[in-house]
């Protein structure tokens, strides 16, 4: 079964860092896309970066760049996004998916997204 699980979120005070992970299981993510997006309440979900399967990374907002930073692990069939120096406006639901490369928007025909994992910026 082909199935992404995002993890690592939580409550992290402005100016802090956390660190997500997207695990995947039935696959091997390091043959594909993953891009990183997130979803605010009463805001559609936007892509934030993806990186390729030759591990190059394209950022969808210019927010991200120089904070955010996305990375493989292949041993773990992990990818993970860190984030630094959050802010309150990255407060939101995190998802990653999976796809064939990095397009305009995001991964190409996406075939699995995970659930999500909540990142709350707040003092």
């Known amino acids: 079964q082909v199935q992404l699980v995002e993890s690592g979120g939580g409550l992290v005070q402005p100016g802090g860092s956390l660190r997500l992970s997207c695990a995947a299981s039935g696959f091997p993510l390091r043959g594909f896309a993953v891009g990183w997006f997130r979803q605010a309440p009463g805001n559609e979900r936007e892509g934030l970066l993806c990186?390729?399967?030759?591990?190059?990374?394209?950022y969808y907002k210019d927010s991200a760049k120089g904070r955010f930073t996305i990375s493989r692990d292949n041993a773990k069939n992990v990818v993970a996004l860190q984030m630094n120096n959050l802010k309150p406006e990255d407060t939101a639901v995190y998802y990653c998916?999976?796809?064939?490369?990095?397009?305009?928007?995001?991964?190409?025909?996406?075939?699995?997204w995970g659930q999500g994992t909540q990142v709350t910026v707040s003092s």
């Open positions: 990186i390729s399967s030759s591990d190059d990374t394209k």
């Open positions: 998916a999976a796809g064939y490369y990095c397009a305009e928007n995001g991964p190409s025909q996406i075939g699995a």
